[in-house]
């Protein structure tokens, strides 16, 4: 069984930075496809960064791009997310995703059946 911890949530002020980490229990088959998303009261959950399945390649939501950057450690256990130059607007709960990939889109969540519990991010202007 996969599990995912998030840490590295906080609260900011607009222009700051944070990262966040997601541990993952074991790599398997699985987990190898992995990415951040994040919700808000009310609205849906949202891709933020994926990372592919069989490579390091990575995608971005147009609302983070040049400012997130995802990428993993090489024994595929631990999945980051450097945030800098924070909005208000990037306030949420972040959560990380693992699956096994599919032919879904990367901001898909049906792509991923592995979730944590999410880390809070509150960047105040």
């Known amino acids: 069984q996969v599990q995912l911890v998030e840490s590295g949530g906080g609260s900011v002020q607009a222009g700051g930075s944070l990262t966040l980490s997601c541990a993952v229990s074991?790599?398997?088959?699985?987990?190898?496809?992995m990415g951040w998303f994040r919700q808000v009261p009310g609205k849906e959950r949202e891709g933020v960064a994926a990372?592919?399945?069989?490579?390091?390649?990575?995608y971005y939501a147009d609302s983070v791009k040049g400012r997130f950057t995802i990428s993993r450690d090489n024994a595929k256990t631990t999945l980051y997310l450097q945030m800098n130059s924070l909005l208000p607007e990037d306030t949420a709960m972040y959560y990380c995703?693992?699956?096994?990939?599919?032919?879904?889109?990367?901001?898909?969540?049906?792509?991923?059946?592995?979730w944590g519990q999410g880390t809070q991010v509150t960047v105040s202007s």
């Open positions: 990372i592919s399945c069989s490579s390091n390649i990575a």
């Open positions: 074991v790599y398997s088959t699985n987990s190898r496809c």
């Open positions: 995703a693992a699956g096994q990939g599919s032919a879904v889109q990367w901001y898909s969540r049906s792509r991923y059946a592995y």
